[in-house]
């Protein structure tokens, strides 16, 4: 079983759709929690944290449930340029929390106009 | 965000032969970096930790003799893929930590990656 799973799509939407992606992962011992979005042939840039309370930056929200080890993120009023893969990141923390990101290995989303 | 550059952006080689690519923060000082590789449709995989002033730590299945780091000093790290082979052929990322004392989310912004391609 991978250390984090995402459904790896493609998510087909029309423009203005809302779409949701979820995400989970294996060690409890996760400490931070990320989406980054890649495009294609591109380096993966970071999207927005992932903060225990919830947290919300324009159209993109995102959520964590320590208990059920899962993340998500929602999309709002989707626009052609938010097309990318969406990858879920994980930092496994520890006692020697060096920094080491575990990616999912993406959720593609197609938004059509 | 914080600036990482990544040189070249891209290079072919023949087989056999040694391969260098430079990783700078350019607007940070990065005591940590990372060095990644994505295979088409792959996720991006974690070879190594480069930490300035020591040793990188490598990640199980990552010949160390082979992709050789050095992180001479707090803005540049370097990888060399050392004797090149066709399998070698992939984008190769790097990545910088950013964070301060007392924080435990660190967050890492990309270099534009160096797509390599060994004939």
């Known amino acids: 079983r991978k250390e984090v799973e995402q459904d790896p799509g493609p998510f087909n939407v029309p423009e203005g759709a809302t779409v949701a992606f979820n995400c989970t992962y294996s060690n409890s011992a996760s400490q931070s929690f990320f989406w980054y979005r890649q495009d294609c042939r591109k380096e993966p840039k970071l999207l927005m944290s992932?903060?225990?309370s919830g947290n919300e930056d324009g159209r993109f929200t995102a959520q964590l449930n320590r208990a059920s080890q899962y993340i998500s993120l929602l999309i709002r009023d989707s626009k052609l340029s938010d097309s990318a893969t969406y990858l879920c990141v994980v930092n496994r923390g520890g006692s020697s929390n060096t920094g080491k990101l575990i990616f999912g290995q993406g959720t593609t989303l197609q938004v059509k106009p | 965000g914080a600036v990482v550059s990544q040189h070249p952006s891209w290079v072919i080689c023949k087989s056999g032969t040694s391969v260098k690519i430079e990783c700078r923060s350019l607007d940070f000082q990065a005591t940590t970096m990372f060095w990644y590789r994505q295979f088409p449709k792959q996720s991006l995989m974690l070879m190594a930790t480069?930490?300035?002033?020591?040793?990188?730590?490598?990640e199980q299945g990552v010949e160390k003799d082979k992709f050789l780091i050095n992180h001479a000093s707090l803005t540049l790290s370097t990888l060399t893929v050392t004797s090149a082979h066709p399998e070698d052929s992939s984008f190769y990322i790097c990545?910088?930590?950013?964070?301060?004392?007392?924080?435990?989310?660190?967050?890492?912004?990309f270099g534009p990656g160096t797509r390599l391609t060994v004939t």
């Open positions: 992932v903060y225990s």
């Open positions: 990545s910088a930590r950013v964070g301060t004392s007392g924080r435990t989310i660190y967050e890492q912004y």
């Open positions: 480069s930490n300035e002033g020591s040793k990188a730590t490598y």
